[in-house]
């Protein structure tokens, strides 16, 4: 997990880092609430990514420079990856396993169609799918604003950490939803384009050959979808925020 997240961390720029945890902490995304002193430090602090100061050996791992870690990015896509190996282990050849949204299908349902996953619409006062996806043989991961924040003088901010400024981000997408081989992929990715933004993030999906869905909140509060790679390029509808349709 922590060489992947390396990996990524190299192939993002930056824009997804493991390294995070000290502004994760101070922002009050982790055991213990805001508080303003160490969110100062957290904007303040001198940073070099992880992938630039961590370094991975036969059963040991070394910094060469400050760094708390911070795996919430990754790890539960890892999870669910792990998931989807002991079934297969067990001889499961066919199913859909996930954490807190994050999902792997493995074969095809029983009727021989393909599993049917929804992507959430980005309204944080309630839950419905904005746009349906079906898989086989692949994962799925989202990241988005709308279900994790603090709100500070009347902002809400993303729990979503801009490595270049030690704190939340600014206009980020809605959310990102990635489909990829593995889960730990996908939820690595979707969580370095939120941090890169639609623009940016579209453009390096592009390049990677990724399969993404970037979630843009219009002025009026509707969700406009604009897909990258074969998979999610069509473009999806608009939708309203409170019904979801």
């Known amino acids: 997990m922590l060489a992947l997240g390396l990996a990524i961390g190299r192939a993002s720029g930056g824009a997804f880092d493991i390294g995070m945890g000290d502004a994760v902490t101070a922002w009050g995304f982790g055991p213990e609430a805001a508080l303003p002193g160490r969110i ?56 859909l396993v996930g954490i807190d949204g994050e999902m792997r299908a493995l074969g095809q349902r029983p009727d021989a169609t393909p599993w049917t996953i929804a992507v959430e619409a980005p309204d944080p006062e309630g839950r419905a799918p904005h746009s349906i996806l079906t898989l086989h043989d692949a994962a799925v991961a989202t990241s988005g604003d709308y279900r994790h924040w603090v709100e ?71 969700a406009r979808g604009v897909g990258v790679g074969q998979l999610l390029s069509a473009k999806p509808a608009e939708t309203d925020p409170a019904k979801g349709n």
Request: some cysteine.
């Open 40 to 95: 100062r430090s957290a904007m303040a602090a001198s940073r070099r990514p992880a992938h630039e100061v961590l370094e991975i050996g036969a059963g040991w791992v070394r910094k060469s420079a400050p760094l708390v870690l911070d795996l919430n990015g990754i790890a539960k896509g890892y999870g669910v990856d792990r998931l989807a190996e002991t079934l297969l282990d067990h001889g499961i050849g066919a199913g």
């Open 152 to 222: 500070v003088q009347g902002r809400r901010l993303s729990h979503t950490m801009d490595p270049g400024r030690g704190a939340p981000v600014l206009a980020s997408p809605a959310s990102v939803t990635v489909v990829a081989p593995s889960c730990a992929e996908a939820d690595a990715w979707a969580t370095a384009l939120m941090v890169l933004g639609p623009d940016r993030g579209a453009t390096l999906a592009r390049e990677r050959g990724l399969d993404a869905l970037f979630l843009l909140r219009d002025d009026d509060g509707r």
